[in-house]
């Protein structure tokens, strides 16, 4: 902001103090202090309206044949009440000023867009909204993705032109300006993978043991769509102190892979019992030696 502008908001500031001298000025100054009032509380209302409006809209795409990704129309829907909220908010602003006899069309003319935005500390701002716009377009993440970004894992609760609000699974929910965001990671794009080690006695037949989880891993596949390849059996992968561990490998759809493996273990386990193969559990051998 230049002299010039700076000079006009002063200009505007005494007007707006000469108010103060008699009844009358007394009196246009309370109008003007209402007027203020009325144009945020109608800022304030058309938000809420043009929001409620928005996710009508949105509702009523789901209802057409087009296949758009869920997660897409979330974020765009993000993005569009973030848009629509800040116009509104600017025009509320641009009145307000005017109120105070400011004329807003010579206060840009005199400092400039680009000064005018340096002046207001928009800096951040622009970078923020801008790269916003690359995630968007580049398809980085959308809403309800499970990412990690610059250290902070969750899922991508609400993204708007200037920040992404992200939900740690403990419930925090983390705010982070779109142009502080340098590395992504999407921890939802394509298949995930479940993992699960099965403790094997060492006194137990391993073919035989491969064989019962192999009989766990179909049924496994039968009852859970979410499953996309597997489970399999991989085989032997360590030989620890008290048993011998196989390892089972299946991809899933992106965030069922928890659920895919908790649900293993299980099977894994009743399946074990049901051949009559001991999973292993550390022992204390006491041994006493006769006098």
């Known amino acids: 902001m230049n002299i010039n502008s700076a000079s006009l908001l002063i200009q505007g500031g005494r007007g707006f103090l000469e108010t103060l001298k008699s009844p009358e000025q007394i009196r246009s100054g309370l109008g003007i202090l209402l007027k203020i009032i009325f144009v945020l509380l109608l800022a304030r209302i058309g938000t809420r309206v043009i929001d409620s409006l928005i996710e009508s809209f949105f509702k009523s795409q789901k209802n057409l044949k087009l296949k758009v ?9 993000s993005l569009v009440k973030s848009v629509v909220r800040y116009l509104i ?31 207001f500390g928009a800096q951040n701002l622009v970078r923020d909204v801008i790269t916003g716009f690359f995630i968007l377009f580049e398809d980085q ?19 708007t032109l200037r920040v992404t609000k992200i939900r740690g699974f403990n419930g925090d929910l983390h705010i982070l300006p779109n142009g502080e965001i340098k590395k992504v990671t999407n921890k939802s794009s394509g298949k995930m993978r479940a993992w699960v080690d099965m403790s094997i006695a060492y006194e137990e037949d391993l ?33 620890g102190d008290v048993g011998v561990t196989i390892s089972i490998m299946a991809k899933t759809q992106p965030m069922a892979q928890w659920d895919i493996e908790r649900k293993m273990r299980k099977a894994y386990k009743e399946c074990l019992d049901k051949h009559g193969i001991e999973i292993p559990y550390p022992r204390n051998v006491i041994i006493n030696k006769a006098p």
């Open 69 to 77: 990704d869920s997660g897409q129309m979330e974020t765009m829907k």
């Open 141 to 159: 993440f959308t809403v309800g993705d499970y990412v990690e970004l610059e250290g902070i894992d969750g899922i991508i609760e609400e993204m």
């Open 207 to 239: 073919d035989r043991a491969i064989k019962a989880l192999n009989e766990g891993s179909e049924e496994i596949r039968r009852e859970n769509p979410t499953i996309l390849e597997g489970p399999t059996v991989l085989g032997v992968t360590d030989l």
């Open 89 to 119: 908010y600017f025009v509320a602003f641009t009145s307000i000023i005017k109120s105070f006899g400011v004329e807003v069309g010579a206060l840009i003319a005199t400092a400039g867009i680009g000064g005018l935005a340096f002046g």
